[in-house]
């Protein structure tokens, strides 16, 4: 692997590396390594200084803001609370003045009680304990080594941490998955402990041990988990449940959340009892030495350890999966499994999990389980645009404080004491949020005409006052001879002046324009006058070749036009919406700009509705722009509220255009059936269907692109009976 370096962010240490249980299901006992029997019982005071001293260098050297370590054993609670009060201590004192310390404690619980709880209380120490549901669960395995239950001293020690006192301290539950246990009676008996936090773990297993499957069953350990999540979710979800909460995440675009599933990469380093460091400890179920990387803390920094093979192939995302993986509709979310269970012997770890059929079902089985909400109507796409341009603006005016004097004050108070439904309609414009974000940048940076950019409010303001007829008056300023009012249109200054301060009065839906020594007033701000030039509009789109902020297509935009020459233009993109007809152009557009040239049209890069018209496009090129305009304004609004897709990019689709990226896939086929709704052209129509076979099987949909393409795959079975207007 290449690239950076991970650092590790979370640290096993192990205070002690024996155990006061004989858990036959044990990694750490029970399986292939047996290194355990060569380190010294306890950790010693060199290793903790040294350990404290190496972690310190790696939290700073990374600039990390907070480091978690995981007291370990073994049974670390054989450690004794002296020499955990020794290991909190020195940790706290190196780690304190570099970086935020988590520190975490995982135990059996069975000799858990008020002395290590007050140490923990201390130190902010947070428990997890491991726990396999009821008495006849835990006590299948979970047994002292001369047969006796070690249930009763667990929940014992469950209870100290449900007191008031120590209840913060509490993480949650560890239960290792049985096949023998009933499920929904392991997830009540959990449940009923009130945990913070339940994590259910597949019991560590490889192709040379492969997990008992009962019966032949395919996927055992899906409907097992699967039952789980049925009485999890009946409950309300009231108890998080790690396990399903990321699958949950992935299938919705966001992070795994657990190292067991998804393609994050591990950033996790265990340091034994006597220094040495090694890889995650359930590599021990693979083979002996498999955790081993031959460092330690007394002679290597953590970084020699992150550079080691080993860890890098945990860190390489889906080039660390084999080729059946990565190729696997739910490899996000899976990740390829747990790293110890791919190992085969003669293979190494370049397989699929030994669990793969189990987790291929229980992630299907949750995504069917929790369908995707219905895909958001336009009034609620165009709500939700408006919702975030207003968060912007209150984010501009914190970020401003008390910058911008005077002037900025009167502005917002102006503002603030519309919030009509003007308002809403000036700050629902796509170049809003181009000149919000545009502004919040410069501001950012520093620049000099931050707070001027700011000022561009008041023009806003002046529009949502003509519109709900409001009366005030503020400064506003203009520019190269203009006073451009969004929305509304503009007013050219006569005058030396290039740039200055109107004074703008609006009553009654009309205004009055001073500046440069003379008064300007627009009595219908709809029709055109003398100075005044109102934006087009055409279709019910507004034709925008005016605001100073709709240079954000990425092309060459085409210079303002005059007024003879937009009257033209209107035309011809009137008679284009008049041919189509309102079912086919989407009212997801709002605005159209022109753009140099005759190449195709661009949606904005910011906003809501706003598409990019080439002026040289004319005829049946300018009905197929604005059609294809329309379904990409659509996406696009779509892609601002929702997540329809992650790691775009990763992969390479085939389809009729060649090899694309999710995203390039998804709006091609989007625009290409609504040009075959629009063409009726048959011929296109295969080529689009292998195109929606390739994104149902693209891993990086989310349950919502997933949605978006059902509805998509439906449209296109509609086309051939689609009333085309040809």
């Given at each position: 692997m290449t690239g950076p370096l991970v650092p590790f962010r979370e640290i096993v240490l192990k205070v002690h590396s024996r155990c006061d249980l004989a858990c036959d299901h044990c990694y750490v006992y029970e399986a292939a390594d047996q290194t355990w029997r060569d380190q010294p019982r306890a950790i010693s005071d060199q290793v903790i200084s040294r350990t404290a001293r190496r972690l310190a260098e790696h939290a700073g050297k990374h600039?990390?803001?907070?480091?978690?370590?995981?007291?370990?054993?073994?049974?670390?609670?054989?450690?004794?609370?002296?020499?955990?009060?020794?290991?909190?201590?020195?940790?706290?004192?190196?780690?304190?003045?570099?970086?935020?310390?988590?520190?975490?404690?995982?135990?059996?619980?069975?000799?858990?009680?008020?002395?290590?709880?007050?140490?923990?209380?201390?130190?902010?120490?947070?428990?997890?304990?491991?726990?396999?549901?009821?008495?006849?669960?835990?006590?299948?395995?979970?047994?002292?080594?001369?047969?006796?239950?070690?249930?009763?001293?667990?929940?014992?020690?469950?209870?100290?941490?449900?007191?008031?006192?120590?209840?913060?301290?509490?993480?949650?539950?560890?239960?290792?998955?049985?096949?023998?246990?009933?499920?929904?009676?392991?997830?009540?008996?959990?449940?009923?402990?009130?945990?913070?936090?339940?994590?259910?773990?597949?019991?560590?297993?490889?192709?040379?041990?492969?997990?008992?499957?009962?019966?032949?069953?395919?996927?055992?350990?899906?409907?097992?988990?699967?039952?789980?999540?049925?009485?999890?979710?009946?409950?309300?979800?009231?108890?998080?449940?790690?396990?399903?909460?990321?699958?949950?995440?992935?299938?919705?675009?966001?992070?795994?959340?657990?190292?067991?599933?998804?393609?994050?990469?591990?950033?996790?380093?265990?340091?034994?009892?006597?220094?040495?460091?090694?890889?995650?400890?359930?590599?021990?179920?693979?083979?002996?030495?498999?955790?081993?990387?031959?460092?330690?803390?007394?002679?290597?920094?953590?970084?020699?350890?992150?550079?080691?093979?080993?860890?890098?192939?945990?860190?390489?995302?889906?080039?660390?999966?084999?080729?059946?993986?990565?190729g696997c509709p739910v490899v996000r979310s899976c990740g390829g499994g747990h790293y110890t269970h791919r190992y085969r012997a003669g293979h190494g770890f370049a397989n699929p999990s030994v669990y793969c059929p189990d987790l291929l079902a229980l992630i299907h089985g949750i995504e069917a389980r929790t369908p995707a909400p219905d895909l958001p109507d336009l009034a609620q796409l165009s709500s939700s645009a408006r919702d975030l341009n207003r968060l912007l603006l209150v984010r501009l005016h914190t970020a401003l404080g008390g910058r911008a004097g005077p002037r900025?004050?009167?502005?917002?108070?102006?503002?603030?004491?519309?919030?009509?439904?003007?308002?809403?309609?000036?700050?629902?414009?796509?170049?809003?949020?181009?000149?919000?974000?545009?502004?919040?940048?410069?501001?950012?940076?520093?620049?000099?005409?931050?707070?001027?950019?700011?000022?561009?409010?008041?023009?806003?303001?002046?529009?949502?006052?003509?519109?709900?007829?409001?009366?005030?008056?503020?400064?506003?300023?203009?520019s190269d001879g203009r006073l451009q009012l969004p929305a509304l249109g503009e007013l050219r200054l006569p005058g030396p002046r290039a740039a200055g301060v109107a004074e703008v009065a609006v009553a009654e839906g009309a205004f009055t324009v001073r500046a440069a020594g003379a008064e300007h007033r627009v009595a219908h701000p709809a029709l055109p006058g003398p100075t005044w030039r109102p934006l087009g509009r055409a279709g019910g789109l507004a034709l925008d070749d005016l605001d100073p902020y709709r240079d954000c297509f990425g092309v060459p935009l085409a210079p303002a036009l005059g007024a003879h020459e937009a009257a033209r233009w209107g035309s011809r993109v009137a008679a284009a919406l008049a041919r189509l007809g309102p079912a086919l152009v989407p009212g997801a557009l709002t605005t159209v700009t022109p753009l140099a040239g005759d190449g195709p049209a661009v949606v904005g890069r910011h906003g809501f509705g706003a598409l990019g018209l080439p002026l040289g496009l004319v005829g049946d090129a300018l009905e197929a722009a604005l059609v294809r305009g329309g379904r990409a304004a659509r996406l696009r609004a779509l892609l601002d509220v929702e997540d329809l897709y992650a790691m775009d990019g990763a992969w390479q689709h085939p389809s009729p255009w060649g090899p694309l990226p999710v995203s390039r896939l998804l709006s091609e086929t989007c625009e290409g059936i609504a040009l075959a709704s629009f063409d009726r052209d048959p011929g296109a129509l295969p080529g689009l269907g292998r195109a929606l076979d390739a994104l149902e099987r693209a891993p990086e949909l989310t349950v919502t692109g997933r949605r978006l393409v059902q509805s998509l795959r439906q449209e296109w079975e509609e086309v051939p009976r689609a009333g085309a207007h040809r």
């Open positions: 600039r990390l803001p907070s480091v978690t370590v995981i007291l370990h054993g073994g049974e670390p609670l054989l450690a004794g609370p002296a020499r955990l009060r020794r290991v909190c201590e020195e940790l706290t004192a190196a780690l304190a003045p570099v970086t935020d310390l988590d520190l975490r404690v995982h135990t059996n619980g069975v000799l858990l009680g008020p002395r290590y709880l007050d140490l923990f209380e201390e130190f902010g120490v947070r428990v997890g304990i491991s726990l396999d549901g009821d008495r006849a669960a835990n006590d299948r395995h979970r047994r002292f080594a001369d047969g006796r239950s070690s249930h009763p001293q667990v929940l014992a020690a469950v209870a100290l941490l449900q007191q008031p006192r120590y209840r913060p301290l509490f993480l949650g539950l560890l239960c290792t998955v049985d096949l023998a246990n009933d499920p929904v009676a392991v997830h009540d008996a959990l449940t009923a402990l009130d945990p913070p936090r339940i994590d259910y773990l597949l019991p560590h297993a490889t192709w040379q041990t492969p997990p008992p499957r009962p019966g032949g069953a395919a996927t055992p350990y899906a409907d097992w988990l699967l039952a789980v999540f049925d009485r999890w979710d009946a409950q309300g979800r009231t108890v998080p449940v790690r396990l399903f909460e990321s699958v949950l995440s992935t299938l919705g675009g966001g992070p795994s959340l657990t190292e067991s599933l998804g393609l994050a990469p591990a950033d996790i380093v265990v340091v034994e009892t006597d220094g040495s460091l090694e890889q995650v400890d359930s590599l021990k179920s693979a083979y002996e030495g498999a955790a081993g990387t031959g460092f330690s803390v007394f002679r290597d920094d953590f970084d020699a350890v992150a550079a080691h093979p080993g860890v890098r192939a945990r860190q390489s995302g889906l080039d660390g999966v084999g080729d059946q993986c990565r900025w004050a009167r502005i917002w108070e102006l503002t603030t004491a519309l919030d009509g439904a003007g308002l809403d309609t000036a700050l629902s414009g796509p170049y809003a949020r181009t000149w919000l974000l545009d502004t919040l940048e410069a501001l950012e940076a520093g620049r000099p005409d931050a707070v001027a950019r700011a000022a561009r409010l008041a023009a806003y303001t002046v529009t949502a006052a003509v519109r709900d007829g409001a009366e005030l008056t503020l400064p506003v300023p203009w």
